[in-house]
């Protein structure tokens, strides 16, 4: 089974920056796509970036010009960094990546990472 490993949210003021990471267990299954969705309270989980094996990139429009997503594959690690953060952007940040095992398609998540942004 695929694991996904998060780390580095945390608290911080509006403004600052954090850099989340995420490390997908060794496996037999090749990375389609790496990325990070967040829920706030109250709210449905929403895509935040995500990025392809090929480097092709997709941000939610709340945060384009701020975050920025990035891999390394030799790492299976995705990163997210995230700056001039904002208390609207203060959530639970999912991991998420969907790989393909040869027979099929398979979508993991990890198990999240609180982001608070204070005013």
């Known amino acids: 089974q695929v694991q996904l490993v998060e780390s580095g949210g945390g608290v911080v003021q509006g403004g600052g920056s954090l850099r989340l990471s995420c490390a997908a267990s060794?496996?037999?299954?090749?990375?389609?796509?790496m990325g990070w969705y967040r829920q706030a309270p109250g709210k449905q989980r929403e895509l935040v970036a995500v990025?392809?094996?090929?480097?092709?990139?997709n941000y939610a429009d709340s945060v384009k010009g701020r975050f920025t997503i990035s891999r390394d594959n030799a790492k299976n690690t995705v990163y997210l960094q995230m700056n001039s953060l904002k208390p609207e952007d203060t959530a639970v940040y999912y991991c998420?990546?969907?790989?393909?095992?040869?027979?099929?398609?398979?979508?993991?998540w990890g198990q999240g990472t609180q982001v608070t942004v204070s005013s």
């Open positions: 998420y990546s969907r790989m393909n095992s040869g027979s099929g398609l398979h979508d993991f």
């Open positions: 060794r496996s037999a299954f090749s990375i389609v796509t």
């Open positions: 990025i392809t094996s090929g480097g092709s990139t």
